[in-house]
């Protein structure tokens, strides 16, 4: 929860802390990414993860990423070190990891959970750059039922052994 010195903690998570939360609850405890601004939130909370009021998260990992292609296989290999990874990406972020995510990924059939800001205008078609045959299958974060979308798309990651993506609309 929220506080400010000197008041009472507020019973209001916001959508950054709600989806990192129910990540950590998953088992989720390396993060890497590219930082935009749809994603502005979810990085803050990151770096101040080990000062974070929630202990689930004073033990996450996040090693920020020069490129998204950097970030892929960065998460890439935390996965493969044991536990579940998730990259944050931009709109633009995954065309640029596509060599990443097709190379390591989907050949060594190595689950990953990708998180792709992108504007709400966009959300049903594919994140630029992965045509239909590329693309992972994903789920679009529903900002009223946080917990549940990132719940479908860690069991559609693990049911498949392959990324899955996470499309989040509103800013975190």
């Known amino acids: 929860m929220t506080t400010t010195p000197g008041t009472a903690p507020s019973r209001h998570i916001d959508l950054a802390e709600a989806v990192l939360l129910t990540l950590a ?3 989720f405890g390396h993060f890497t990414g590219v930082p935009c601004a749809t994603l502005h939130g979810v990085f803050r909370l990151l770096e101040g993860a080990p000062r974070s009021p929630h202990p689930e998260l004073r033990d996450l990992v ?6 998204e292609d950097a970030a892929v296989s960065m998460a890439t290999g935390m996965a493969l070190t044991g536990g579940d990874a998730a990259v ?3 709109h633009t972020g995954p065309g640029h990891a596509l060599a990443a995510l097709t190379a390591l990924n989907r050949a ?7 998180v792709v800001g992108r504007p709400a205008k966009d959300a ?6 992965l045509d239909a045959q590329f693309a ?4 679009v974060l529903d900002p009223l039922r946080p917990e549940e979308a990132v719940g479908e798309c860690y069991r559609l990651m693990q ?3 392959r990324p899955a993506v996470l499309i989040v609309t509103e800013p975190l």
């Open 136 to 139: 992972p299958p994903g789920v």
């Open 108 to 114: 060594y059939e190595v689950p990953l959970l990708v």
């Open 62 to 67: 996040y090693l920020p990423a020069p490129h």
């Open 124 to 129: 049903e078609e594919e994140p630029d750059g």
């Open 88 to 90: 944050f990406l931009a």
């Open 25 to 27: 609850r998953l088992g």
């Open 159 to 161: 049911r498949t052994r």
